[in-house]
């Protein structure tokens, strides 16, 4: 497969002088396009921090990080920002919809941010709502959805730009177990269909040996892989 993303020597640390933290202690790893990792580790490891350093929500302290060859934190915030719209797609253990917009609405919003018309921003958004099952539900505002119907528009509008990596931390973690199979199940679904790079950071175990490639931080700096074979 086509490398997509390399990490080269990631550090990441908080405050100064005795106080200091440090999460990342030197993290290399590449990923290549299309495939599935799942980031496992025990809690304060680093696996969020390193998920939003990789999505450009955080900088990091030290390193760098490129995708297709590409620098990305030497691009200035403006730019920045356009990439990651562009580019990146997240999903929260939170939906983190806007209560006031309905379905439809709340899955245009990358589409406006980006600057696309309405129109073509509607139609963007119609029919990857229709893809995750939600096409009868277009019109319902948040408060009107289930939890897993609420993620799957939050896993719409990661995907309604057509970014080449989706990252999703906890993404089934509010969810019951029924629910959050259904959630996990249709994010790998994906995967296979937009060919995206899927990178989960997940608690679940049983969830994370399901995907392709399970990676282990430990104390932020050691790195364990493990590959699986997965059906399909």
């Not at 356009?82 to 997240?90: K, L, V």
């Not at 018309?117 to 893809?131: C, G, S, V």
């Not at 970014?163 to 177990?177: F, S």
């Amino acid at each position: 497969m086509k490398e997509l993303i390399q990490v080269q020597q990631l550090f990441k640390s908080y405050g100064n002088g005795m106080k200091r933290v440090e999460v990342l202690k030197g993290v290399d790893l590449t990923f290549s396009l299309g495939e599935k990792a799942a980031i496992v580790g025990a809690s304060g490891v680093g696996k969020t921090t390193f998920l939003h350093i990789l999505g450009t929500l955080d900088r990091p302290t030290a390193g760098k990080i490129l995708y297709e060859g590409k620098d990305i934190y030497a691009l200035n915030e403006k730019d920045l920002a356009f990439f990651r719209n562009r580019e990146i797609g997240f999903v929260f253990q939170f939906h983190h919809l806007l209560p006031e917009f309905n379905a439809l609405e709340n899955t245009m919003m990358p589409c406006l941010i980006q600057g696309l018309p309405k129109k073509e921003a509607a139609f963007r958004a119609e029919a990857i709502l229709t893809l995750v099952g939600l096409k009868e539900r277009l019109s319902h505002k948040p408060g009107e959805l289930s939890g897993g119907e609420q993620q799957r528009v939050a896993v719409a509008r990661a995907l309604v730009l057509e970014p080449k990596v989706l990252l999703a931390d906890e993404p089934t973690g509010n969810l019951d177990a029924k629910t959050g199979d259904s959630v996990f199940d249709l994010l790998q679904e994906l995967n296979d269909i937009k060919g995206v790079t899927l990178i989960i950071v997940t608690h679940n175990l049983r969830l994370a040996q399901n995907m392709a490639r399970q990676i282990q931080l430990i104390d932020g700096k050691a790195v364990i892989e493990k590959a699986h074979f997965t059906k399909g």
